[in-house]
């Protein structure tokens, strides 16, 4: 499959309640959103909104273009300070709302994929949030996880 992707939207937005709870920010407080929609040979299959608080965001510049250059956002984030520990997610499977079937050209009660990705620094800050919903047959999960901890 040729996977692409399409950038629907950066800019900052007042951060919805579950986002300001993870990021420790309050809710309706100003973070960038950076909404993108992935598609495999031109179908969608996932849609994901990455949240990061405005006080870290503001003062890097990559991070409102489109293309944030190679590594990604997480790379811009680390080469401004940000080195990272951890990133835990929560997975839950459920029906996509109206809103969601349509940007992912489902049928109303299809079955989705959402998953959050707290991307956690040494510091023990959330300097990202990556919401994320997919088409649920269209993608394995597959962690490992060790035992020493």
Same mark, same amino acid.
């Given at each position: 499959m040729?996977?692409?992707?399409?950038?629907?939207?950066?800019?900052?937005v007042?951060a #919805?309640?579950e986002i300001?709870?993870?990021?420790?920010?309050?809710?309706g407080d100003?973070?960038?959103?950076?909404?993108?929609?992935y598609?495999?040979d031109?179908?969608?299959?996932?849609?994901?909104?990455?949240?990061l #608080?405005?006080d870290?965001?503001?003062?890097?510049?990559e991070?409102?273009?489109e293309? #944030?250059g190679?590594?990604g956002i997480?790379?811009?984030?680390?080469e401004?300070?940000h080195?990272f520990?951890e990133?835990?997610?929560?997975?839950?499977?459920?029906l996509?709302?109206?809103?969601?079937?349509?940007?992912?050209?489902?049928?109303?009660?299809s079955?989705i994929?959402?998953?959050?990705?707290?991307?956690v620094t040494?510091?023990?800050?959330?300097v990202?949030v990556?919401?994320?919903?997919?088409?649920a047959?269209?993608?394995?999960?597959?962690?490992r996880?060790p035992a020493?901890?």
């Amino acid at each position: 499959m040729k996977p692409t992707v399409q950038v629907l939207s950066i800019g900052p937005v007042a951060a #919805p309640a579950e986002i300001a709870e993870r990021l420790d920010v309050n809710e309706g407080d100003k973070v960038l959103a950076r909404r993108r929609l992935y598609f495999s040979d031109g179908t969608p299959t996932e849609e994901a909104t990455s949240y990061l #608080p405005w006080d870290v965001a503001r003062d890097i510049p990559e991070l409102f273009e489109e293309n #944030p250059g190679g590594g990604g956002i997480y790379a811009r984030l680390e080469e401004h300070g940000h080195e990272f520990a951890e990133y835990t997610e929560t997975v839950r499977a459920r029906l996509a709302t109206k809103q969601e079937a349509s940007a992912l050209s489902l049928s109303p009660g299809s079955p989705i994929i959402h998953l959050t990705r707290n991307a956690v620094t040494t510091a023990g800050r959330v300097v990202e949030v990556c919401d994320t919903i997919m088409v649920a047959d269209q993608f394995v999960l597959d962690y490992r996880i060790p035992a020493t901890d």
